[in-house]
């Protein structure tokens, strides 16, 4: 060994901290490249007694001094965190693997117990996972509380190589009385896009005990995010949820909102440049309003979010008390909805807790939709109350039913006849069967319910036999929708708002010609007792904001906002 580098490394030795029974040579950039390089730190380590946490992050270490180092570890069975990140720069990738058996080889014949295992920005792709497959799979691993693999390439190779390890440490822990119980799963920037998060989603399911799990940039589209968000709700524990940059779109955000709603321990939200949406904005403003009691930060960043959206996102907020920062930085506002943002949580006397919209993309163009590619031509929405892949249940367009449910009604031809046709002579004509009307419409099928409710409205008129019809029709239909979840009537309004052009919407959704009956049926039913308040209030902001998309029909819509502000306000 040069005297140079003896002199390194003695230097740096000097500078090690050796206390709390961790041993540190962290951040000094030492080239250890073979077993006299590591000879002094070998020394160290073998006179250290006690050793429970090991520190090697921000140097290099080449396979030779990899075994030395392993064979000082064979004799520390107390050893229980590994802060190994950043440890094989300048390496060439074959070698990473081999030294990475060493060290976990020599953990496993101690006996150690880790609890912390962190091996982030190690390039090292998927042949780095098997280089810890063992580790993970056996006994000193079956006590693991963090695992950190930030930014190590593992692609979707690795990530089943690591989801069938994680499974296989559950197996033998459970088997051995005291299952895996992981808590904080850390894997940002690996490439693992759909197939690795949909594999790792199989093992986050089966432990059930993650507090925090950070996958941001991994390429994840609606498909990925939905399994993870199944999986999720298995872990009940969950306080952090960061998925920043992948591609939620509509589906996945229903998704995550469907799990969102059963974790009542999240504290940290971060769904950044995740491409949420206007309509995604509204389905997480929803399960605002009927959970997370405990939240204290979201990130709804670049999401391409609208004003209306955002400001509903914001009224959601209003009475979660541990809410410390809202950001909606980075989408599609324009300054005048910037500055409505601003007042909003001004006038809640939050704006101390909205983080900056210096970014923001300004409003957007008003072109026809953009088709959804990932979502097909299907516009089903999953805002039903279960949409779990269980036993016994069947999908149909994308939503899980029971297979035991009951068969719907058959429909009559009279009813079919007045849907694909309506008028006010038809609806008449049903009498005592339109009732039946209401079930045409469910949460499985928001669209089509939207479409069959303005259909009915649009024949509204002041004649008292036609008037009564209609709005006896839209009581029936509007209290089934409404009584569900908040998600549901969110999503249910957000169709409807999509339908009536007032919210731009993922995919194809033929926009239905507006005329006033349709607004004063909806003047009618937000004064009812089944017309809750909080979904007025979501009408209201949309109502308001959309003027212009209203001019046809400006003196219904004068009538609708007075009575949406009445009951936004609590009166009748």
């Not at 999908?395 to 031809?413: H, L, W, Y």
Request: net charge negative; hydrophobic share 40%.
């Amino acid at each position: 060994m040069a005297s140079h580098d003896i002199a390194q490394l003695a230097d740096a030795l000097s500078k090690t901290h050796v206390g709390d029974g961790e041993l540190s040579y962290k951040g000094m950039g030492l080239k250890l490249d073979n077993a006299e390089s590591v000879e002094e730190l070998v020394r160290e380590m073998e006179q250290y007694q006690g050793l429970r946490a090991f520190r090697l992050e921000g140097n290099t270490v080449g396979v030779d001094a990899a075994r030395a180092i392993a064979k000082a570890l064979e004799s520390k069975g107390l050893l229980q965190r590994c802060y190994w990140s950043d440890m094989f720069t300048g390496r060439l990738r074959s070698e990473i693997p081999t030294a990475l058996r060493s060290l976990g080889g020599a953990i496993i014949s101690a006996g150690a117990r880790l609890t912390e295992l962190d091996l982030s920005d190690n390039a090292f792709g998927p042949d780095g996972v098997k280089g810890i497959e063992q580790l993970l799979k056996s006994p000193s691993c079956h006590t693991l509380r963090e695992l950190k693999l930030n930014n190590c390439g593992m692609g979707i190779g690795g990530g089943k190589i690591l989801t069938e390890a994680l499974i296989e440490c559950h197996r033998q822990s459970s088997a051995l009385g005291a299952p895996l119980r992981l808590r904080v799963f850390i894997a940002g920037r690996n490439r693992l896009e759909n197939e690795g998060a949909r594999a790792l989603a199989k093992a986050f399911q089966l432990m059930g005990s993650l507090e925090e799990v950070h996958m941001p940039q991994n390429g994840i589209s609606y498909t990925g995010v939905m399994a993870l968000a199944s999986a999720m709700r298995h872990n009940p524990e969950l306080r952090v949820l960061n998925l920043n940059d992948n591609t939620f779109t509509k589906k996945g955000t229903l998704a995550m909102a469907q799990a969102l709603r059963h974790l009542r321990n999240v504290q940290v939200i971060n769904f950044g440049d995740c491409l949420v949406r206007s309509e995604g904005a509204i389905a997480l403003a929803a399960v605002l309003r009927e959970g997370l009691p405990i939240l204290k930060d979201l990130n709804l960043s670049f999401g391409e979010i609208t004003e209306a959206a955002a400001l509903v996102v914001a009224q959601a907020v209003e009475d979660k008390p541990y809410m410390e920062k809202v950001d909606l930085n980075g989408n599609c506002l324009g300054e005048e909805g910037c500055e409505a943002l601003r007042e909003a949580m001004e006038n809640m006397d939050k704006g101390d807790m909205l983080a900056s919209l210096s970014d923001d993309e300004g409003e957007p163009d008003d072109e026809e939709d953009d088709d959804d590619h990932e979502n097909g031509d299907d516009d089903s929405d999953d805002c039903n109350e279960d949409n779990e892949e269980d036993g016994g249940n069947v999908k149909e367009n994308g939503i899980t039913r029971k297979d035991d449910s009951p068969t719907k009604p058959q429909t009559s031809a009279e009813i079919m006849s007045f849907l694909s046709c309506p008028s006010a002579e038809k609806l008449l004509q049903l009498g005592e069967m339109r009732t039946n009307l209401q079930q045409q419409v469910d949460a499985s099928d928001l669209h089509k319910a939207a479409d069959v409710l303005l259909k009915i409205a649009s024949l509204y008129s002041e004649e008292p036999e036609t008037k009564a019809a209609v709005l006896e029709t839209i009581d029936a239909v509007l209290k089934k929708l409404l009584s569900g979840s908040a998600l549901q009537s969110y999503c249910f309004l957000s169709t409807l708002l999509v339908l009536m052009g007032l919210l731009k919407g993922e995919g194809k959704m033929k926009k239905v010609p507006l005329v006033p009956g349709q607004l004063l049926c909806l003047e009618h039913a937000v004064q009812q007792e089944y017309f809750p308040q909080h979904p007025a209030l979501l009408l209201h902001t949309f109502v308001t904001k959309n003027s212009e998309a209203l001019k046809s029909c400006s003196s219904a819509r004068e009538r609708l906002s007075s009575a949406l502000e009445k009951k936004c306000h609590g009166q009748h």
